[in-house]
């Protein structure tokens, strides 16, 4: 489902990614590990175009961008329709209500039918357990049931792939697990994903491969029980070990 190859980001001088090759299969969960400033949310956002590798290639379905050439928008729009974001922050629009936000992309940008759209944001919602919070706007909302939203709103755009940029790291703890819920069963329903998350026990738990990160690069990659167990790289060691002395696996 996702090819990337030598895909590198610089911003000025200073290279972020420094030759990343991954391939992740359809179905597959992938969660990527790593330090603050690894270059994991880098990665995700060249992999939606949010930002524009330096050089390198990476394939959804059917659909290769090689950022060493000159690219149309038309280009960029056709690739960035193969994937949907989840963000940090959850973005959603203050003025609309939660049905209103999920069926914001469709109409917008896919120029669906108004009652098709409605009809899909009202499933959508009921299945991250929102059916009772359609009508209500984000600052009825708590953080969880937001990022909800988020979620449903991504979905809405029907994307070959999901990206989830640090999910739950906004907030607050007993919200947590409401989230990663509607992930797991995502996760369960076959829906292909790429996960940045300081979660570790999101990520032993649902992910099919962990990826660990440090310095724009991906240093080891394995099943989970393999990175959380067995270790081969010696930076993979440091990291998780710190992890494990702050109770955070």
């Known amino acids: 489902m996702i090819s990337i190859k030598n895909l590198h980001k610089k911003f000025g001088d200073l290279e972020v990614l420094k030759g990343i090759d991954a391939d ?7 969660v990527v590990i790593g330090p603050s400033g690894s270059g994991k949310t880098t990665f995700l956002r060249c992999l939606n175009t949010l930002e524009t590798p330096t050089s390198g290639s990476v394939t959804i379905d059917e659909q290769t961008v090689d950022f060493s050439k000159s690219l149309s928008k038309k280009q960029i729009m056709a690739f960035r329709k193969q ?3 989840v963000f940090q922050h959850y973005n959603l629009f ?3 209500t939660a049905l209103e936000n999920v069926m914001e992309g469709p109409i917008t940008v896919q120029k669906q039918d108004k009652k098709l759209a409605r009809k899909k944001a009202e499933q959508l919602l009921t299945k991250v357990g929102l059916g009772e919070k359609i009508n209500e706007y984000p600052f009825q909302l708590s953080g969880g049931q937001q990022q909800r939203v988020g979620i449903a709103r991504a979905l809405a755009l029907e994307p070959k792939v999901m990206l989830f940029d640090e ?3 906004a907030l607050d703890p007993e919200l947590v697990g409401e989230v990663l819920q509607v992930m797991k069963d995502l996760a369960a329903e076959g829906m292909t994903m790429v996960v940045v998350t300081h979660e570790m026990r999101f990520a032993k738990g649902v992910a ?5 990160m440090d ?4 240093i080891e990659r394995g099943k989970p029980e393999d990175i959380f167990n067995h270790p081969k790289e010696e930076r993979t060691q440091r990291f998780l070990n710190l992890i494990q002395k702050t109770d955070i696996i």
């Not at 310095?215 to 991906?218: H, K, L, V």
Request: proline share 8%; no cysteine.
């Open 24 to 30: 992740v299969q359809k179905g597959q969960a992938i």
């Open 83 to 85: 994937s949907a974001m």
């Open 94 to 96: 203050p003025h609309m």
């Open 167 to 169: 999910p739950t790291s």
């Open 208 to 212: 099919d491969e962990v990826l660990f």
């Open 215 to 218: 310095e724009g690069r991906i």
